[in-house]
């Protein structure tokens, strides 16, 4: 349902090579990970539940170029605007390196400040883990957690 609410940006369209693998990759990912991808890329929990929702919500989805300079496509996170629901996709030279830099852009904590600790996907997981190491003082304020 995403894709027929997808517009493209910046010369890239449905048949764009990296539009191309990012729908393959999408189609692969599990429940929880398309979870996080629209989280990611909307800040939102949920997709409207249907066609109509969308249109009434004038929601929609949009891929467009990465515009940050680098040398190497391939080491860039993708990078979202979750106020416009707009996704900038790196030219990824394969479906496979595409995959692995979402899963990492997607997986990394953005609700954080520091938006760099690892989510655990487990729903399952009931392990607690600290936000400092032994080695770091925890601020006076957050002793009584």
């Known amino acids: 349902m995403l894709q027929r609410h997808t517009r493209y940006s ?6 764009s ?7 393959q990759v999408l189609k ?3 429940e929880t990970e398309k ?4 989280k990611f890329c909307w800040g939102q929990e949920r997709l409207p539940a249907n066609d109509e929702e969308f ?4 929601t929609r989805f949009m891929i467009k ?7 190497n496509p391939n080491t860039a996170l993708p990078k979202a605007d979750t106020c416009f629901f707009n996704l900038e996709l790196p030219n990824y030279s394969s479906k496979e390196i595409l995959k692995e830099r ?5 997986n990394t904590d953005c609700d954080s400040i520091n938006a760099d600790q690892l989510i655990n996907l487990d ?3 009931h392990h607690h883990h600290d936000r400092y190491s032994e080695f770091e003082e925890v601020p006076e304020d957050e002793d009584d957690e």
């Open 10 to 15: 910046g010369g890239l369209n449905e048949d």
């Open 55 to 58: 249109e009434r919500t004038q």
């Open 35 to 38: 979870l996080r991808f629209v």
């Open 17 to 23: 090579p990296r539009v191309k693998f990012l729908w």
């Open 102 to 106: 979402l899963l990492l852009a997607i």
């Open 28 to 30: 692969e990912l599990s």
């Open 123 to 125: 729903p399952n997981a």
């Open 65 to 71: 170029p990465a515009t940050y300079a680098t040398n």
